[in-house]
């Protein structure tokens, strides 16, 4: 049995959770509405939890759409848990317990359910206070399909108005701001066929070299005809005359790293992942702990300790995998004590406008992010119900306050609107949803990723710039398949031989951390962000992936 150690604990702030405060006047901000989403969540969801506040808008949601939905609440619960936990691994089942209920983090929960681990995923936080919005490539959206074959995440992210395909992006022509059609929408279907009638499972749209012997997916879909341009229905060559074919997502797996960020086959946005992750493994069967996690070295291993309030509960037995997905927090640097960070000088604001519905595009998010330049950079989108939001987020130097950044964007703030089909007028306070405060940038990485036990995925590991678009392609594609590599390994179960699985591992993460920032660094210097020194740090840091194009030597 587990016994519950009621001594008291030492009072900690919860720097994961913000403070949001009313709004008074214009320009101060208020309470969260619901459903409201900030785009370019890749910046904050990388970096360290941020401030987005409301403007005003009424009184307070009597019950929060974004609280944390927890199975296991109470020290009593997570003793019953354990209990049940410890005789089903002398059964054989193993038993894993994630600390942070991050993207990264719910993705291996669902990967380690899948692969046949008991799973305990602990938060601290009781709900999710940045509303964000995922931007995310071909990789991560097919990753959503592959965790989850049956279609059942897709299908829960959909039906609860969280994710689009896009269907446009806002482009600059002849020093105009437009929206510019994405034909890739209509892969949609294939991933989320339930969505649009169609009785056929759920399919992968892959890039073939040869044409297909059987006839394409929907082509064979008539409901799908219907819904396309003729010619549109029938062209498979995507992008660059590659004829693209369906594969079952229990099949599919991660493509080149290296080609993250790439325009691609799918491209979605989706509103509030946490949110739909923790909903989702809660249905899965995963315990999800409201609960702090203090993880002690026992030498070889880590032992956790679930945390609730006064209470703490530890396992009487060895837990088989312990993985940190909190980003920089205390027990990333109980892992890897040493930490390298880079600043970048880079930061970011942004707001949301609610407005109507943009013109022909049903009701959307619309979203841009500029540089110095005033060049949009990573447009986004997603649905709603009630009316469109559009996102904007400019570039600021550290020392600009937002009032400046906003005042000196403000016909490029404008003409994002207007892209977006939108009559409203930017400096209405009224339409002002979310704001955030400064979003800063900088380059970080722990420099061992597996010891004993126990590894660090996403955030924990290492970060990079929002502006490589790989940040959510991480999250939830590298870092699981990266983890089921480490469990499948022939020295996992061993401990005379832990290390040469953990040295596997330590390699994908690495790779993955790479990739990131490298793709970052370059991308930061075609545009004039980070100086040659900085650029020359973030490449001398990393360098594992030779093959990876390196803009400053």
């Not at 126990?454 to 290492?462: E, Q, S």
């Not at 020295?491 to 790479?514: I, S």
């Amino acid at each position: 049995m587990h016994s519950i150690n009621k001594n008291r604990l030492p009072s900690r702030t919860n720097s994961n959770s913000k403070t949001q405060a009313r709004s008074t006047g214009q320009g101060s901000s208020a309470e969260a509405r619901s459903n409201a989403a900030p785009a370019t969540t890749d910046v904050t969801h990388t970096q360290a939890p941020q401030e987005l506040q409301a403007a005003s808008t009424g009184a307070a949601h009597e019950q929060n759409p974004h609280d944390l939905q927890a199975t296991v609440k109470t020290a009593d619960d997570m003793q019953a848990v354990l209990d049940r936990f410890e005789a089903e691994r002398a059964q054989g089942k193993p038993v894993a317990v994630i600390s942070g209920g991050s993207l990264s983090g719910y993705a291996v929960a669902l990967k380690l359910k899948n692969l046949g681990f008991n799973v305990i995923n602990a938060e601290a936080r009781n709900t999710y206070t940045r509303q964000n919005v995922v931007g995310l490539k071909e990789e991560a959206v097919h990753s959503l399909a592959h965790l989850s074959p049956d279609g059942s995440l897709l299908d829960s992210l959909a039906e609860s108005n969280r994710i689009s395909m896009r269907k446009s992006r806002i482009v600059e022509k002849d020093g105009t701001l437009q929206q510019a059609p994405s034909p890739s929408h209509r892969f949609a279907d294939w991933l989320m066929p339930k969505q649009n009638g169609n009785p056929l499972p759920p399919r992968i749209p892959v890039r073939e070299a040869a044409p297909p012997k059987q006839p394409s997916f929907i082509d064979a879909n008539p409901a799908a005809a219907k819904k396309h341009e003729p010619m549109e229905h029938l062209n498979l060559e995507w992008p660059n005359k590659e004829v693209v074919t369906a594969m079952d997502p229990k099949d599919w797996n991660y493509p080149n790293m290296e080609r993250i960020s790439e325009d691609t086959v799918a491209i979605g946005q989706i509103r509030d992942l946490e949110v739909g992750l923790n909903q989702h493994a809660v249905k899965q069967g995963i315990e999800v702990a409201h609960a702090r996690v203090a993880l002690k070295d026992m030498g070889s291993q880590y032992s956790p300790t679930f945390q609730f309030g006064d209470e703490r509960v530890s396992p009487k037995f060895p837990v088989d995998l312990v993985v940190v997905a909190e980003g920089k927090g205390k027990n990333t640097s109980v892992i890897s004590p040493q930490q390298n960070v880079i600043e970048t000088g880079e930061s970011w604001y942004q707001r949301n406008f609610v407005v109507e519905p943009g013109l022909n595009s049903g009701t959307s998010l619309v979203g841009s992010r500029t540089d110095p330049d005033k060049r949009p950079l990573v447009p986004i989108r997603i649905n709603r119900k009630d009316d469109s939001l559009i996102n904007v987020a400019h570039y600021a130097r550290r020392d600009e306050t937002a009032d400046e950044v906003w005042a000196k964007n403000a016909d490029r703030t404008q003409a994002t609107l207007r892209a977006a089909g939108s009559a409203a007028d930017a400096n209405d306070p009224s339409i002002v949803e979310y704001r955030s405060g400064r979003i800063d940038v900088n380059y970080r990485r722990s420099e061992t990723t597996a010891r004993g036990n126990a590894v660090l995925v996403g955030d924990a590991a290492g970060t990079g710039s929002p502006l490589a678009g790989a940040g959510g392609s991480l999250a939830l594609s590298i870092y699981p398949e990266a983890v089921e590599r480490l469990v499948k390994h022939p020295g996992f179960n061993d401990p005379n031989t832990r290390e040469q699985a953990n040295a596997a591992y330590r390699e994908d993460a690495d790779k993955a951390v790479d990739v990131w920032q490298r793709k970052s660094v370059d991308i930061q210097r075609a545009l004039n962000l980070v100086p040659t020194e900085t650029a020359q740090q973030v490449n001398a840091s990393s360098g594992k992936v030779k093959s990876l194009k390196n803009s400053v030597e």
